[in-house]
DNA sequence: AAAATTTATATGTCTAAACATATTTTCGAG
DNA sequence: CTCGAAAATATGTTTAGACATATAAATTTT
């Protein structure tokens, strides 16, 4: 274990312990360097990934301190489908569904600004059962490729994560009613929700691709990653 | 704007127009650092977030490649319930349904292994009407304060989030069929599942409270920020 | 007493250099 | 030709110092 390990996780256990509550003031860094009989370079290092936390703030001159909690925050992954699939030890299959091309497809928003659209939906199985009904828009003028891509055997999910750059992603979770396709192939019991998960992404501002998939609510849930230090 | 950040956000052009494809191999660092005339500490500080983003990889020796994307990753930030429904402007409300102690109350998993409890049930509203129903039990053996603690005015949720310190938290998401209490509390339309969250919260291994937040799924939806550059 | 200015200070950025360490490549022994 | 040891190399950690900059605190001016 480094120097800047060994301070960083000495700082937390503080913090923790409530030694250094929230409000506290910490030494300053080349307080703290001499306590630990290290550079200020490496109290940098300990610290900074406590401050992209929010555990601590720091303020020019003010100096740092220990921040009171407002919100949880943690880290959702979201895999290709079918990695999740096998992950779990489950046989994986797929199925195109509907393919289409067309400029006023499904853009309810208007997000794509009449660009040319792929509509493809497909579903994802598990054990031969249905797991995820997706249903995306391509943009192909800023994927020109997708427009003769062959979807049949690989889903536009995968096709799409490996070779598409991205600059950001926002997904919105939901519990639905089904709609008319859920119900026709997500083989729902009577009653059952779905659980939806949708997502944009985009490239510098331009939106490359617009995705719903929802998931029978029976037996599926979402696990987030806890964003902790050690 | 520093060297580094203009560094970053140059390295990231590369890499989104596919000047540097996946499986590309990056100059080492002195050569980088040659290129933008810089010292080998800033290129270093300009790449090591696009490592922690899982864009780039590097090994000793064999250097730095950019990685092909094998999942999607945000940040999901749940605030305490009162923000997030003054944030968007609307009157928050309150309501303790019960509140009880008991070492066998409600622990299915038996994650508590037999330490005393205490078991909150509590309604949040927003504009009046029925907006999450927390439902929540406290480990009294760690945070013994919360015996006497009256959450008749202050949801257990607020009064943990800034008092107690933790090391890391499981978040989990479903959609369900609304159980008796929802049904019961929630005000649900016919057919309307439920968007729940389930958290539990850890202290070195030690669970500090286990929860499970039930929303209407009729207009509510989670939207996790986007882990994105620039 | 209030406002404007100056000073002090803690954090933020950057450098240049040394050394550590994982891993690949090379080279030599068998 | 194979295996194992040695060398080479790119990244990883740390230091000590210089300078930049935001802002809190002290001082002067109004």
Redesign the pocket.
């Known amino acids: 274990m480094?120097?800047?390990?060994e301070i960083r996780t000495e700082i937390l256990r503080r913090i923790n312990s409530q030694a250094w509550p929230a409000g506290f003031a910490?030494p300053?860094?080349?307080k703290l360097?001499e306590e630990f009989?290290?550079?200020?370079?490496?109290i940098?290092?300990a610290?900074?990934p406590l401050?992209d936390a929010g555990l601590i703030e720091?303020?020019?001159?003010?100096?740092?301190r220990v921040v009171g909690r407002k919100a949880h925050s943690s880290t959702l992954t979201i895999p290709v489908v079918r990695h999740e699939i096998e992950r779990g030890g489950h046989a994986y299959g797929y199925k195109l569904l509907r393919s289409s091309l067309g400029d006023d497809a499904r853009d309810d928003q208007g997000l794509f600004a009449g660009a040319p659209l792929r509509h493809i939906v497909s579903l994802h199985l598990s054990d031969g059962r249905p797991y995820q009904l997706e249903d995306r828009l391509v943009n192909l003028e800023a994927i020109p490729e997708a427009r003769d891509a062959d979807f049949s055997t690989v889903s536009p999910n995968e096709w799409l994560i490996a070779r598409v750059p991205y600059s950001s992603v926002r997904t919105i979770l939901r519990a639905e009613m089904p709609g008319t396709n859920d119900s026709k192939y997500l083989k729902l019991q009577r009653d059952e929700p779905v659980f939806v998960i949708e997502r944009q992404t985009r490239l510098d501002g331009n939106i490359l691709t617009l995705v719903r998939m929802a998931h029978p609510a029976h037996g599926f849930q979402m696990i987030t990653a806890t964003d902790d230090f050690q």
Do not use: D, F, K
């Open positions: 480094h120097p800047y390990e910490l300053h860094e080349e360097a009989g290290v550079a200020r370079g490496t940098r290092r610290l900074s401050v720091r303020r020019r001159r003010a100096g740092t």
